[in-house]
Nanobody, 126 residues
Framework: QVQLAESGGGLVQAGGSLRLSCVVSGRPFSTTTMGWFRRTPGTEFEFVAAARRFGGTFYADSVKGRFIISRDNAKNTVHLQMNTLKPEDTAVYYC????????????????????WGQGTQVTVSS
């Protein structure tokens, strides 16, 4: 059974930092493409970042230069380092897993991701 477990969310002031982590079990992590999405009430999932198994990272324009996605293949973990946080970054953040064969143009949409975590709340106060 595939499981994705996020952690690291919380409340932070604008300008601060948080680091989210997602541990994957039940599938070969080294061949999996990992992504982060976020969602606020009443909205669709918004792509944040993705990391392919052999490098290759992708970011939404809204977080480029502030967020960094990284993966630790030895620990089956993907991280999202979030710096210079803004109130508009407030959302529930979800990690998601996609097959390693997913192509770059697919990674910003939700359709290619076949496993999702339960989400972790990030709140940025002004």
């Amino acid at each position: 059974q595939v499981q994705l477990a996020e952690s690291g969310g919380g409340l932070v002031q604008a300008g601060g930092s948080l680091r989210l982590s997602c541990v994957v079990s039940g599938r070969p992590f080294s061949t999996t493409t990992m992504g982060w999405f976020r969602r606020t009430p009443g909205t669709e999932f918004e792509f944040v970042a993705a990391a392919r198994r052999f490098g290759g990272t992708f970011y939404a324009d809204s977080v480029k230069g502030r967020f960094i996605i990284s993966r630790d293949n030895a620990k089956n973990t993907v991280h999202l380092q979030m710096n210079t946080l803004k109130p508009e970054d407030t959302a529930v953040y979800y990690c998601a897993a996609a097959p390693g064969s997913a192509i770059a143009s697919e990674l910003r949409g939700t359709r290619v991701y076949d496993s999702w975590g339960q989400g972790t709340q990030v709140t940025v106060s002004s």
